[in-house]
């Protein structure tokens, strides 16, 4: 499909491989794949916004209470293996915090971007575009290129 090439991996990883990787690597890979995402359906069609538009609109979807919030919504449908990873995440001893977000919300927020992480990194693409999609349909413009 082609709205998943940019998240296709040339050589995914195994689930050993990705699962071995400390949590937060996973959720730093999530928070990346999140922002090109979130930076992309919020760029592609709208030629006459300038960047700082942009960039608000992409820092009010990808922050750590609205990740925690889209976390907690969408946990029902993660899998055995994903809350596992959630949980990984969640509960790692995390020496930063967000400016805007309580501690639990940041611990939620890097849950999510751990399974997205995850999700990229095992080359689940269809998967990752669910939850992707599904996280910003309620905050994001829909978008002609689905």
Partial sequence: MAHLSVFELKEPISRQDALALHPMSLA???DAVQSLYTRTRVTVGETLKKTGALH???TRVVKAVS???EAERLM???TEEEQDIFR???NCKIQTSAK???PAEYRKASGFEAVIGYLYLTGNTERLF???SAAYSDTLQP???K
Wanted: glycine share 4%; charged share 30%; no cysteine.
């Fill in 28 to 30: 730093f890979i999530g």
């Fill in 56 to 58: 608000k609109e992409v």
């Fill in 67 to 69: 990740q925690a919030a």
């Fill in 130 to 132: 669910e939850f992707l």
């Fill in 76 to 78: 029902p449908l993660f």
């Fill in 100 to 102: 805007h977000a309580e």
């Fill in 88 to 90: 990984r995440a969640r």
């Fill in 143 to 145: 978008s002609d290129n």
